[in-house]
């Protein structure tokens, strides 16, 4: 919207909030589920470029409940493919996850380590990928698909099944203790939402690309140290309890973003140092 762009954004606002969306007179609200083909058809017309960010999202989730897993992540991408082929869309830009992994064989990640899905989650991500890259192959149009790390920052709230640090700040303002799964000395790659939302605007702006990226900070922390700055950023004194380890988690995670930088220039901006007080903040 600030590049003078007209956006239409389509959400069933199952996970999103209206307050996100100020009015604005180049911005098209539409209401409605991606698995609807008549949905699909009226948010597409008229369309240069589609960030496809609708999902069912997190690996307990789709423990919990696998086929609404893979009836949003794979039908609903397919019928959004569908229709962007149909409306001559020249780029979509979907988003997948690092999930797709599973336990690594080493560090750090590039996209050609092997994958092996672990959950229902990681798999329809990976049967995501395949029909949009096989769509760039058919159809001519450019695809890629960025496989996000750990993605945090403003606008981020809680969820059960969701991102580690939205699920420690709601319970440090609420004065209670956090939880860590395992010994705490599992690794994750965090990278905030503005460089995703950079890496995104970066490669629907860059033509004739279509493959799978890695978006990353390309550092990585423990979670322990994580609950150690989470404390720390909300001034709190709450105990860090721990529980057994949880089906689904990787040990280990760091990725290697090269290929992305190489493709449509991301370089990350904003590591865990500014970016937790910064959401902390916005919270």
Not at 2 to 23: I, K, M, Y
Not at 72 to 85: C, F, H, P, S, Y
Not at 236 to 249: H, T
Request: proline fraction near 5%; glycine fraction near 8%; hydrophobic fraction near 45%.
């Amino acid at each position: 919207l600030q590049a003078g762009t007209t956006v239409t954004v389509l959400d069933d606002f199952s996970s999103g909030h209206r307050s996100n969306l100020a009015p604005h007179p180049d911005l098209i609200v539409v209401e409605g589920d991606v698995r609807d083909p008549a949905i699909l058809d009226t948010a597409m017309t008229g369309i240069d470029t589609v960030f496809h960010l609708a999902a069912s999202a997190g690996n307990k989730r789709s423990i919990d409940d696998p086929l609404t897993d893979s009836d949003i992540n794979v039908m609903g991408t397919l019928r959004l493919l569908l229709a962007a082929r149909d409306k001559g869309v020249r780029k979509v830009v979907a988003s997948s996850s690092a999930a797709v992994y599973g336990e690594l064989q080493g560090l750090p990640i590039g996209e050609d380590h092997r994958l092996a899905p672990q959950t229902p989650y990681a798999s329809s991500k990976i049967a995501m990928e395949n029909h949009a890259l096989a769509f760039a192959d058919l159809f001519k149009m450019d695809v890629v698909c960025l496989r996000y790390f750990n993605v945090y920052g403003q606008r981020q709230r809680f969820d059960p099944y969701g991102n580690v640090i939205p699920i420690f700040a709601n319970r440090l303002f609420a004065g209670e203790p956090i939880t860590v799964f395992g010994d705490g000395e599992q690794t994750r790659d965090f990278v905030h939402v503005d460089d995703v939302v950079a890496a995104n605007l970066a490669a629907a702006r860059t033509t004739g690309i279509s493959g799978t990226y890695n978006i990353a900070s390309g550092t990585q922390v423990t979670v322990n140290v994580l609950a150690q700055m989470m404390v720390a950023a909300v001034g709190g004194r709450e105990p860090i309890l721990y529980a057994p380890e949880r089906a689904g988690d990787v040990r280990h995670s760091l990725a290697a973003s090269g290929a992305a930088r190489q493709a449509f220039n991301f370089a990350p901006q904003v590591g865990l140092g500014a970016g937790i007080p910064r959401y902390i903040k916005w919270l």
